[in-house]
């Protein structure tokens, strides 16, 4: 147990100093939708920026690449968007409190969302279709690590 509260503050503390980096926020800004997937020596997968931020009018395509280990690579199906699990800011803003408080598992449009695996399994690009409702959707990033599988749950947010 402590050596887990260990990496988590060696991680927010490198998160922090990433942040004073200059040069990390410009790329951050310059491509909003590329992320770096890093993972530890322990086999914990970090991801750059959580959640991503897709906005429609400036594409809709986010790819995520392999940083870290060698030894590690994206699985068969690295990416998939699994489902709406938050509705959009302007649908939010007109619901009820209480459908609000309701969790919500959308999977509908979900199955046209392509997502693509490079030959050497170190970068994985998703093509979100434009009509595809605004709101954040969960998606799980599948790794191999020196043959063993492991795996992430984090979100994407999609608005206009």
């Known amino acids: 147990m402590k050596k887990l509260i260990a990496l988590a503050l060696v991680a927010v503390a490198a998160s922090g100093c ?3 980096d ?22 914990f997968i970090v991801v750059d920026r959580e959640p991503i931020v897709l ?15 060698p030894g590690a690579q994206f699985a068969e199906r690295g990416i998939t968007i699994d489902a709406r699990v938050k509705p959009g800011l302007k ?13 919500m598992r959308d999977t509908r449009g979900v199955e046209s969302v392509r997502c693509t695996t490079t030959q050497d399994r ?3 690009s998703c093509s979100f279709p434009r009509d595809l409702p605004n709101g954040t959707y969960a998606y799980t990033i599948r790794l191999v690590v020196d043959g063993k599988p492991i ?6 947010m999609m608005e206009e």
């Open 18 to 20: 990433s942040l004073l």
């Open 22 to 43: 200059k040069s990390h926020t410009a790329r951050i800004i310059e491509q909003p939708t590329r992320a770096t997937v890093v993972v530890t020596p322990d086999r």
């Open 55 to 69: 906005r429609k009018s400036q594409g809709t395509t986010v790819s995520w690449k392999l940083a870290g280990i």
């Open 91 to 103: 649908e939010l803003q007109s619901m009820q409190a209480a459908q609000r408080a309701a969790p």
């Open 122 to 124: 170190r970068e994985v």
């Open 151 to 156: 795996e992430l749950d984090p979100s994407v």
